[in-house]
């Protein structure tokens, strides 16, 4: 059986360590952790309405008992029809939702799991990394995060889906929102409901990254504040990143430094290479200065709350831009169908690709079924990579007309606030 991806809070870790040793039948969401530790953290599922341990409340009985329920019910809605398109939200992980951090509600087991340990100094919090296509936000964002969680190509609006990476250090715990590119002629329903994202993502946000790049005549940026953060530009710090400093001379950074010190209303500009790492301390640094002091959201080995079938979509769709060219790869939309778990055999993957138009099916395919397989077996690698286990991929494609303009199929396929986890 699949296990189920929700959003869940932390002050969960208490219902999760009882029903782990109470129960076998318990389902559990699965966070990414950083490849260098285990594959998978998994913390009970909490439904909407449920509520955290309190001894002064609830007895651990009662909770148990409450627990035990709330899997049943989550057992029992597995058994309707996954392809049947419903208002059931439990299927859903939310892309806005803040977990709760109240130290009240955390016990020893909850703090241990979070490994957080210095509550005076400690700081936690949310940054939308903003900016037009194509300037760098993913590529900055893999790399404050030390690993690759968004897809990065050369073509522009690669980024459909606001991602959420998290840093984590001893004394730090920043959650990255890097969203799609900021576009003023909106062509499609997706566009504008992408947009809707970017401009979501400053619900939650403490402070704001703004990437511009550095090769390119310096330009006002009010338009991208306005579509990423609206009402909020006035109260929330924001930084000016001037990326791609490493492809101009140093003459003509300083005067790109000194018009946008001059003509935009930020606290600071910092000048960067983010394909090569350079100056990301000096964004850390700001924005370790701006963050309040706090417990951590999330474990502190985790880099994503995101299912691992929506990376598999992502590293899918990315090679798809990798390896078509012109309209195609901006009309392709990638949803795993199937994800088992296999423990004697590879992991079965069954991945659908939804194109437009028949030209455009018959362009994925290409003759003989060559060009599938090409896309199947690089998407395969990195996969296996990313999962650090062997893949049986299976990769088909489907038609359906206009699925930019269908509001409904959008939202299920993720682009209404929140990504589809079963």
């Not at 870790?13 to 782990?20: N, S």
């Not at 398109?85 to 951090?101: A, M, N, V, W, Y």
């Not at 936000?137 to 969680?149: D, F, R, V, Y």
């Not at 579509?227 to 490493?246: A, R």
Request: net charge neutral.
């Amino acid at each position: 059986m699949e296990l189920l991806a929700l959003h869940i809070s932390p002050t969960l870790a208490r219902e999760c360590f009882l029903t782990a040793s109470n129960s076998k039948s318990c389902v559990f969401p699965r966070y990414v952790r950083n490849r260098h530790g285990k594959s998978r953290f998994r913390f009970q599922a909490r439904k909407g309405g449920s509520r955290s341990w309190n001894p002064n409340k609830i007895s651990r009985i009662d909770l148990i008992q409450q627990v035990l329920e709330r899997n049943n019910l989550i057992e029992d809605s597995q058994e309707e029809d996954e392809d049947e398109i419903s208002g059931d939200d439990s299927s859903f992980l939310s892309l806005s939702e803040k977990p709760d951090r109240n130290m009240a509600l955390l016990d020893e087991y909850a703090l241990e799991e979070l490994d957080f340990t210095s509550p005076t100094n400690h700081r936690s919090g949310y940054v939308a990394v903003l900016g037009k296509p194509n300037v760098g936000k993913s590529t900055l964002a893999n790399q404050m995060i030390g690993q690759k969680l968004s897809i990065v190509t050369d073509k522009p609006q690669t980024t459909r889906h606001r991602v959420l990476g998290i840093c984590s250090g001893p004394e730090y715990q920043m959650i990255l929102y890097d969203t799609p590119g900021v576009i003023e002629k909106k062509m499609h329903k997706l566009d504008s409901m992408m947009m809707k994202n970017v401009r979501s993502a400053a619900l939650n946000a403490d402070c704001v990254l703004v990437i511009v790049d550095a090769c390119k005549v310096p330009e006002n940026i009010n338009e991208v504040l306005e579509e990423g953060v609206g009402d909020f530009k006035c109260t929330l710090p924001t930084l000016l990143v001037l990326n791609k400093k490493d492809l101009i001379k140093p003459g003509e950074i300083a005067k790109k430094l000194e018009w946008y010190e001059k003509f935009t209303d930020v606290d600071e500009v910092i000048p960067v290479s983010a394909k090569y790492g350079h100056g990301v301390d000096d964004i850390k640094d700001w924005i370790l200065s701006k963050l309040p002091t706090g417990p951590p959201y999330y474990p502190k080995d985790i880099v994503s709350e995101h299912p691992e079938r929506f990376f598999v979509s992502e590293i899918v769709r990315e090679k798809i831009f990798m390896q078509y060219r012109n309209e195609v790869p901006y009309a392709c939309q990638v949803n795993v169908v199937s994800y088992k778990t296999r423990p004697n055999a590879k992991e079965f993957i069954q991945v659908e690709i939804v194109v437009e138009k028949d030209s455009q099916k018959i362009i994925l395919i290409g003759k003989g079924g060559k060009a599938l397989k090409t896309l199947a077996t690089a998407a395969r690698l990195d996969i296996e990579d990313f999962l650090q286990k062997k893949v049986f991929l299976e990769v088909e494609v489907k038609v359906k007309e206009n699925w930019r303009q269908d509001e409904g199929l959008l939202r299920y396929y993720g682009y209404g606030g929140q990504i589809r986890a079963l």
